[in-house]
């Protein structure tokens, strides 16, 4: 794992956005793998400026959200492409039909993973995945516990993360779904590189667990260690348990 460690949340998203716009000018059809979440935010904020600026062109880019509250429409207040419209998509130039979410309210969850595992695989597998961690170590809503799932799949969401996703459900956890639709360990694992950004104290220890510790399903981030192109972008609170 390469470890950059920045001052703050803004150095680390430019620093972020900087990488991914020189992707894009190497290879204009670049496949993205996007999280959504608070950290993210400035990041998505970098990149509307530099596009705006006309330093990048997304036209030709294709996009796949990693994950989706299960239950919730995409339309919906909440839902993650709703995220995605406000803080990303309707402020570049992307073509709208090169960008992907799972679907929340797809009749048959299974079927709707099943979709996505094959719309990922015919656009030719992910060439760079961003991803957040939670402060329990999921990635994705790949959540701790005694197996993972290594496809895109249904998955029970933990309180804690219930809890850290309540703004946009008014501020209750109890209103945030039970639910979750998410890519799998291995349909993260896959794609070429991975970028995961962390910041704040409260992401300190997974993160040092994550970089260091044994790889096991309690911590689903201590998979990355398998992967040979992950870089891990951390704001000082968030690597002071790696120093
Ligand atoms: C969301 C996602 C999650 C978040 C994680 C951290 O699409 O994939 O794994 O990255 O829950 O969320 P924040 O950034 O809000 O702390």
Do not use: W
Request: neutral net charge; aromatic residues 6%; glycine residues 8%.
């Amino acid at each position: 794992m390469r470890i950059s460690i920045f001052h703050g949340v803004h150095d680390l998203s430019a620093a972020l956005a900087r990488d991914l716009v020189d992707r894009l000018h190497r290879t204009p059809a670049l496949i993205l793998g996007l999280p959504t979440g608070r950290t993210p935010l400035h990041f998505y904020r970098c990149l509307v400026t530099l596009s705006t600026e006309g330093h990048a062109d997304f036209s030709r880019a294709t996009t796949f959200n990693l994950d989706e509250f299960l239950g919730v429409a995409p339309e919906q207040a909440g839902s993650y492409q709703q995220y995605m419209e406000r803080h990303f998509f309707r402020h570049i130039n992307i073509d709208r039909r090169q960008i992907h979410f799972l679907n929340g309210a797809a009749p048959s969850a299974d079927a709707e993973c099943a979709r996505y595992e094959a719309d990922i695989a015919a656009a030719g597998g992910i060439d760079l995945q961003v991803l957040g961690i939670g402060a329990n170590g999921h990635i994705g809503f790949n959540e701790p516990g005694e197996h993972l799932a290594a496809r895109t799949h249904r998955v029970i969401l933990r309180p804690e993360t219930r809890r850290a996703n309540a703004a946009p459900f008014g501020g209750d956890p109890n209103n945030v779904p039970t639910e979750a639709l998410s890519m799998g360990m291995a349909t993260i694992l896959q794609a070429r590189s991975i970028a995961l950004m962390a910041t704040g104290a409260e992401k300190a220890e997974c993160v040092a667990e994550m970089t260091r510790g044994p790889l096991t399903t309690r911590l689903p981030a201590s998979f990355l260690q398998l992967h040979p192109d992950v870089h891990v972008m951390l704001d000082e609170a968030a690597a002071r348990r790696i120093r």
